[in-house]
């Protein structure tokens, strides 16, 4: 089991800056992937970013390339995405999501954190 806690979400205006926080704990070595997700309200849940555990290669949706960048410190179990230049449309729930090295999609999810972009 892996069990995985996103902090960091509030109230921005738009060309404002968010760093959201997730902490992943328990059974983690065997982690791969994690990424974020975000899910605005009368949308369905869309990929942000993805990083993997060891090399720290990454990807991006590009709605938010050049603007989020997602990073790791492996010490802490901890992942980032840095929020710069925000737009209403960022305005979602954002989910961390954890991918073990023997799984197929993304195998726990954390509960979300509201990020609001106003103008």
């Known amino acids: 089991q892996v069990q995985v806690v996103e902090s960091g979400g509030g109230l921005a205006q738009v060309g404002g800056s968010l760093r959201l926080s997730c902490v992943a704990s328990g059974r983690t070595f065997g982690s791969f992937v994690m990424g974020w997700f975000r899910q605005a309200p009368g949308k369905e849940r869309e990929f942000v970013a993805r990083?993997?555990?060891?090399?720290?290669?990454?990807s991006y949706a590009d709605s938010v390339k050049g603007r989020f960048t997602i990073s790791r410190d492996n010490a802490k179990n901890t992942v980032y995405l840095q929020m710069n230049s925000l737009k209403v449309e960022d305005t979602a729930v954002y989910y961390c999501?954890?991918?073990?090295?023997?799984?197929?999609?993304?195998?726990?999810w954390g509960q979300g954190t509201q990020v609001t972009v106003s103008s």
């Open positions: 990083i993997t555990w060891s090399g720290g290669s990454t």
């Open positions: 999501a954890h991918r073990g090295m023997k799984s197929r999609d993304y195998d726990y």
